[in-house]
């Protein structure tokens, strides 16, 4: 097997990812030797103080940023080095996103939010998957709405649905909660959980939040650019107590 292709199991994997901003002068190490895999059907949660690399990693990891130096691979392709047009096709067929702020389109309805992502690869949109997956994430009496007719948690459930109906080998979530109150931010939780449980979807979440770092499989904890530990089924207390710590 070439060395560059995951090990087995393994639905992304970081190998001495470094990533630089700036010039001379002002030069950021955002990312200092960054490996890890992400194994299949697993969903990991990142975390550490502001700053410490957290959405660098995430956007390195899902191809919307290129490394400075060291492999991003998925599958047999490193996105490190893949082409535009290549990286392209990656992020619409093979990774799914989810951020904080939704970011759905306001003129169309959740419906049609879903079944995007299908358009712009040019496939053939079945309206009977695009409502199946709606009502999965409990918006089957949502499906006309627009945006602005739901509430935060409906949105991210649209968003989540929009992620999912390409069946992308990664889900990357960057705060997915962070706009969410308590109640639909368990919710959202819950799908991301019985995503991993039941799909066998692999996940990847960036979040300043312990309870939801806690509904992971394992925590992640980043500062000034590495990983400096992994919690695995952590309780939020552990999770709060060891974020406090790399605060400090
Ligand atoms: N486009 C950029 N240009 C220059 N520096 C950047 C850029 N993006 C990030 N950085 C720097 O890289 C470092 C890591 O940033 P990153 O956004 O990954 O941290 P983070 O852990 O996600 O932070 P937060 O929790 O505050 O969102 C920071 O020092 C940041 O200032």
Same mark, same amino acid.
């Given at each position: 097997?070439?060395?560059?292709?995951?090990?087995?199991?393994?639905?992304?994997?970081?190998?001495? #990812?470094?990533?630089?901003?700036?010039? @001379?002068?002002?030069? +950021?190490?955002?990312?200092?030797?960054?490996?890890?895999?992400?194994?299949?059907?697993?969903?990991?949660? #990142?975390?550490?103080?502001?700053?410490?690399?957290?959405?660098?990693?995430?956007?390195?990891?899902?191809?919307?940023?290129?490394?400075?130096?060291?492999?991003?691979?998925?599958?047999?392709?490193? =996105?490190?080095?893949?082409?535009?047009?290549? =990286?392209?096709?990656?992020?619409?067929?093979?990774?799914?996103?989810?951020?904080?702020?939704?970011?759905? +389109?306001?003129?169309?309805?959740?419906?049609?939010?879903?079944?995007?992502?299908?358009?712009?690869?040019?496939?053939?949109?079945? /309206?009977?998957? #695009?409502?199946?997956? =709606?009502?999965?994430?409990?918006?089957?009496?949502?499906?006309?709405?627009?945006?602005?007719?739901?509430?935060?948690?409906?949105?991210?459930?649209?968003?989540?649905?929009?992620? /999912?109906?390409?069946?992308?080998?990664?889900?990357?979530?960057?705060?997915?909660?962070?706009? =969410?109150?308590?109640?639909?931010?368990?919710?959202?939780?819950?799908?991301?959980?019985? /995503?991993?449980?039941? *799909?066998?979807?692999?996940?990847?979440?960036?979040?300043?939040?312990?309870?939801?770092? *806690?509904?992971?499989?394992?925590? +992640?904890?980043?500062?000034?650019? @590495?990983?400096?530990?992994?919690?695995?089924?952590?309780?939020?207390?552990?999770?709060?107590?060891?974020?406090?710590?790399?605060?400090?």
């Amino acid at each position: 097997m070439s060395m560059l292709q995951t090990q087995a199991g393994t639905a992304v994997e970081l190998r001495d #990812v470094v990533r630089e901003y700036g010039s @001379r002068q002002a030069r +950021v190490r955002a990312l200092d030797g960054v490996g890890i895999g992400f194994a299949r059907g697993t969903w990991t949660a #990142v975390m550490g103080p502001s700053g410490s690399g957290k959405s660098t990693l995430l956007h390195c990891a899902a191809g919307l940023e290129r490394p400075t130096s060291g492999q991003v691979l998925l599958g047999d392709r490193d =996105l490190a080095t893949a082409s535009e047009r290549d =990286l392209t096709e990656l992020r619409r067929r093979d990774i799914g996103f989810v951020f904080q702020s939704f970011n759905l +389109v306001s003129s169309l309805t959740a419906e049609q939010n879903v079944a995007l992502p299908l358009r712009l690869a040019g496939s053939k949109v079945s /309206m009977k998957d #695009v409502r199946a997956i =709606l009502t999965g994430v409990g918006l089957g009496d949502r499906l006309r709405h627009r945006p602005r007719e739901l509430s935060g948690g409906q949105q991210q459930r649209v968003a989540i649905a929009r992620a /999912m109906i390409t069946r992308p080998a990664v889900l990357f979530a960057d705060e997915p909660t962070g706009a =969410l109150d308590s109640a639909a931010a368990r919710t959202v939780l819950g799908l991301l959980r019985s /995503m991993v449980d039941e *799909a066998q979807q692999t996940i990847v979440m960036v979040t300043h939040d312990p309870a939801a770092a *806690a509904s992971a499989d394992s925590v +992640v904890f980043l500062r000034d650019g @590495r990983i400096v530990d992994r919690l695995v089924r952590p309780s939020v207390r552990e999770v709060a107590d060891r974020l406090a710590a790399l605060e400090a």
